[in-house]
Antibody, heavy 114, light 112 residues
Framework: QVQLKETGPGLVQPTQTLSITCTVS????????MQWVRQTPGKGLEWMGF???????EYNSEFKSRLSISRDTSKNQVFLKMNSLKTEDTGVYYC????????WGQGTLVTVSS | DVVMTQTPPSLSVAIGQSVSISCKSS???????????LHWLLQSPGRSPKRLIY???NLGSGVPDRFSGTGSQKDFTLKISRVEAEDLGVYYC?????????FGSGTKLEIK
């Protein structure tokens, strides 16, 4: 069955870079778009960006300058990297299979604090 | 970005009652293919969101038919008939018609 699981660092210092991995099973990354959504106390659910089945990416302009999404299809993994973190970036980060938000990972809590 | 406005922000209902949640968008959600990409999600306490309904009125896999969605253009409604205890949580509407996808601020359902 379809499964998604995020793994992240938990705690990140301000100005540092966040790296999260989403490992999927039950389907191929070359057949589906994968997206990242975060949930913060300040802004609720925010769509961050996606990587298409062909490997190209699109980002929410809110994050565009500091966000990067990539993947390793051989490992069934999708990666999120976001730099210049601020305390407002504290929240839960989810990977989800597009389209229509049918499948979500469990989420990984990221705390930005010194 | 398309703004999704949900009302009410919270509600409390007794088991067995019915309830409706409204979601209004700042732009029409009809896509160029004629379809409307408005979805409803439920986030149960401590869990990730789960899709209940997609494209206005289509039930997600395994979702009981107590849930139903209606609406068009900019005005949408989620109805829960015969509320059960497991229905508590925060309900979100989300649109994927326009880029970027956006979410409502949520409606918290509590059980009396």
């Amino acid at each position: 069955q379809v499964q998604l699981k995020e793994t992240g660092p938990g705690l990140v210092q301000p100005t540092q870079t966040l790296s999260i991995t989403c490992t999927v099973s039950g389907f191929s990354l070359t057949s589906y778009y994968m997206q990242w959504v975060r949930q913060t106390p300040g802004k609720g659910l925010e769509w961050m960006g996606f990587i298409r089945s062909g490997g190209s990416t699109e980002y929410n302009s809110e994050f565009k300058s500091r966000l990067s999404i990539s993947r390793d299809t051989s490992k069934n993994q999708v990666f999120l990297k976001m730099n210049s973190l601020k305390t407002e970036d504290t929240g839960v980060y989810y990977c989800a299979r597009a389209a229509g938000f049918a499948y979500w990972g469990q989420g990984t809590l990221v705390t930005v604090s010194s | 970005d398309v703004v999704m406005t949900q009302t009410p922000p919270s509600l409390s209902v007794a088991i067995g009652q019915s309830v409706s949640i409204s979601c209004k968008s700042s732009q029409s959600l009809v896509y160029s293919d004629g379809k409307t990409y408005l979805h409803w999600l439920l986030q149960s306490p401590g869990r990730s969101p789960k899709r209940l309904i997609y494209q206005v009125s289509n039930l997600g896999s395994g979702v009981p038919d107590r849930f139903s969605g209606t609406g068009s253009q900019k005005d949408f409604t989620l109805k829960i008939s015969r509320v059960e205890a497991e229905d508590l949580g925060v309900y979100y509407c989300a649109q994927t018609t326009h880029f970027p996808p956006t979410f409502g601020s949520g409606t918290k359902l509590e059980i009396k």
